[in-house]
């Protein structure tokens, strides 16, 4: 009876080290993007988030654009929503491991392989010069450090939409109100507005 009561209790501390163990490696992935200067953490787009980016791309312009890249792509699915309304080509960068391979598995599956590529990058340090199209969830502190990257490395061709946060300028369009509101830049109000900052 007293070994039976000490092998439950035995048990019950290695589940307890061993499922914290595991919790704790699931969760690093999530976490260490709030060590990082500018933490840019996994919030899933909404279905009205999703539908004012792609509206207020359709109002912007009829030309069928390209190469959409999301930065801070998370689960995908802006990318696999940019397949879905024609993209020929859409790219997520993301720096969570385990985000990237739920994508990429889903892109797998779905036959989407081809269209919708994901890539574990920087994005600091990615070049967004061959994108047509830019979209990205920010945060606060990111919008004007990143500003001043887009300037310096997009096309006369490329429109960026932010969603949640801004840029520190003005915009070129809006769709939406409070936190599924998004704001569409082009190439040339961004070069412009920057250089006056």
Partial sequence: ????????KIGRILLGVFGGVGL?????????PALRRHALPYVPATREQLDNIF??????????????????SG???????????GFPRATGIE??????YYARLKALSSNQSSICQFKRANLWKHDLSKYDTIVLFGVDTMMEPLLKK???EITDE??????????????????????????????QTIREQNLKN
């Avoid at 009876?1 to 439950?8: I, T």
Wanted: net charge positive; hydrophobic share 40%; with cysteine.
């Fill in 150 to 152: 887009l300037s310096k």
């Fill in 158 to 187: 490329s429109v960026v939409v932010t969603c949640r946060y801004q840029f520190p300028i003005k915009h070129d369009r809006t769709v939406g109100e409070g936190i599924d509101a998004v704001w569409l830049y082009n190439s």
């Fill in 95 to 100: 720096l969570n491991r385990v985000l990237i």
């Fill in 1 to 8: 009876m007293k070994e039976e009561r000490n092998s439950k």
């Fill in 75 to 85: 689960d995908g699915r802006i990318v696999f929503e940019a397949a879905q309304q």
């Fill in 24 to 32: 704790t490696v699931l969760a690093v992935p999530f976490l260490t």
């Fill in 55 to 72: 509206n207020l791309l359709k109002q912007y312009s009829s030309k069928q654009r390209k190469h959409l890249v999301d930065l801070g």
